[in-house]
Structures are given as C-alpha cells and as structure tokens.
C-alpha cells in the first residue's frame, strides 16, 4: 500500500461518513471544553501556590545567605506547600490522561467502524489506557527536561547577559516532534514490528504530517494577523476535521503491512 | 460493564476534586498570608 492510496482511503472514508466526522468533532471539541473547566481550578491552585512559595523563598534568601534554594524548597514551612504542588501537577496530568484516553478511544472507534473494521469501545479505552501510560511516562520526562532548560537558561542569562542559548534548547522541539509522530502511529494501532518492516511507509507518513501540520500552523498564522475570531473560526473548522482525516490515515497507514492492533 | 463504572467513577471523582479543589489543597487567603509574613519578618 502506497502513502496516496492511504490519504485516498482516508479521505473517501471522511466523505462518505458525515454523521462520523460530526461525531469525532463533537467528541475531540467537548474533551478540548470538558479539560478547560476541569482543569482551570487546578491551574488557580498551582499559580496559588507558586506564589506562596515564590514568596517563602525569597524571604528566606534575604535572611539566610549560604544556603541553596533546593534545600529552603524541603524546609518545614515549605514543605507542605511544594508537596501539594506536586500532587496539583500530578493530579493535571491524571485529568489529560483520562480526558484523552476517553475521547482518543471513542473518536478511534468511530473511525475504525467507518474504515469498515470490527471495533468495541471496552477494547479500545483498554488499548489506549494502556499505551498512554508509557507515553504520560515519556511527556512528564520531557516536560521535567524543559523545566531543566529553562531553569539553566534563566541562571545562565542571569550570570552572562550576552551569551545565546546552547543547542540543547534546539534540538529538544524535534525530540519531542519525533515521539509526537511514533505517538501517534502506535496509539492508532501501530506495533514494534510494523516500525520496523514499514520504515519507509513510516517515514514517508511523519514527512506527510509534519508538511500538514506546517500549512495548517502558517493558515492560522495568517488568519490570526488579519482577526482573533478569524483565526479561532478557522481553527475550529479546519483543525477539527483534520484531526479526523489525520486519524483515518493513520489508521490506514499502520493497516498497511498487515501488522497492527 | 466494569471498565465503563470504572470509568464513570474516575471521573466523577475528578470532577469532585475540582469543583472541592479549595478543600482537598488549602491555601491562606490573601490577608491571612500578608498577616503571617508581616509577624513573621516583625513588621517589615
């Protein structure tokens, strides 16, 4: 199977199936609104509590010269409130893992029935559950990285104003967009095997996506300089159904060699 | 059957978190925090 044919299947199936693509809209838009209330009182929480110990800290660095800001982070007074933080970011992360796991199950079943495949939504919020929990794994490890970066950048432009950034801060974007892509690909079905036999079909469907992705963002670029509502209108009526045309590609991209959950 | 009470149960409880959030994670109010650093640095 060739990457046109994919994109053909994928775009047949999206015209052909309407009642589908409002649905995987309806469901992609509502956990997009169903995260924003939910998670609107954690951020209050965690901006709280960034303050408190924002405060905490730098009273005691007036006080206590000599001491790194790591250990008055554990010390009695702040413990408790860096320890809550931590659940808060915790609890974040738990809300976009089930909101995610919810609505990516639902909207794959959807395209799964309209590629004329046998799906069940109990096997799916399985499926999903489960891999989801490796890539929570791998987006907290890159999110702590960044915080990493950024807190080295800080010092550093603190320490030496005319120097630039070092690479790392560069490369990390591809990193990430590079488990984006293999995300992507295994949650719609794709497994080790097929990584590996399909590569070029792999490739060539990251190259795809990653040139969508890159007219969709420039689109937006240009509707967002001409209005803000401009800009959130075709957001809504260009992203949406094309995050359903990327799912039903996918779906046929990983279908491809036979090897796929 | 399990897995959808399951799921159902998750979220309800996080909704319940969330709309209780001031109750599970307790912060002092602006005055009180100013009150307590004021005592704490005598006045500064």
């Not at chain 1, 924002?54 to 001491?67: D, E, F, M, N, W």
């Not at chain 1, 432009?157 to 974007?173: D, N, S």
């Amino acid at each position: 199977m060739s990457i046109t044919y994919a994109v053909q299947k994928a775009v047949g199936v999206f015209v052909q199936n309407p009642l589908m693509v409002l649905g995987s809209i309806c469901v992609d838009l509502g956990a997009l609104v169903f995260f924003g209330f939910l998670s609107a009182p954690v951020y209050d929480k965690l901006t709280e509590h960034g303050i408190i110990i924002g405060t905490l800290i730098s009273q005691k660095v007036q006080s206590a010269r000599g001491k790194s800001v790591l250990s008055m982070l554990f010390e009695f007074d702040t413990l408790g409130y860096v320890s809550q933080l931590v659940v808060l970011l915790g609890l974040l992360l738990f809300i976009l893992y089930v909101v995610f796991v919810v609505s990516q199950s639902i909207t794959l079943l959807l395209a799964k029935r309209a590629g004329g495949e046998k799906a069940m939504l109990s096997v799916e919020i399985r499926s999903i559950a489960l891999k989801s929990v490796f890539w929570s794994l791998v987006l907290a490890v890159l999110y702590g990285i960044y915080v990493l970066v950024d807190i080295r950048a800080l010092v550093l432009h603190k320490l030496f104003p005319q120097e630039t950034g070092t690479g790392i801060v560069h490369v990390l974007p591809f990193v990430t967009g590079l488990f984006v892509l293999i995300a992507a690909h295994h949650l719609v079905g794709g497994r080790k095997e097929w990584f590996w036999r399909q590569r070029k079909m792999f490739v060539m469907s990251c190259a795809l996506l990653v040139a969508v992705f890159f007219v969709t963002n420039s689109l937006l670029r240009v509707l967002n300089a001409v209005s803000f509502e401009l800009m959130m209108f075709g957001g809504i009526f260009v992203v949406f159904p094309l995050l359903v045309v990327v799912r039903l590609f996918l779906r046929e991209v990983v279908k491809s060699n036979g090897i796929y959950s | 059957m399990i897995l959808f009470v399951l799921v159902v149960v998750i979220i309800l409880l996080i909704v319940i978190v969330t709309a209780y959030i001031d109750w599970f994670f307790p912060t002092p109010s602006p005055v009180e925090f100013a009150k307590s650093m004021v005592n704490s640095t005598g006045g500064v």
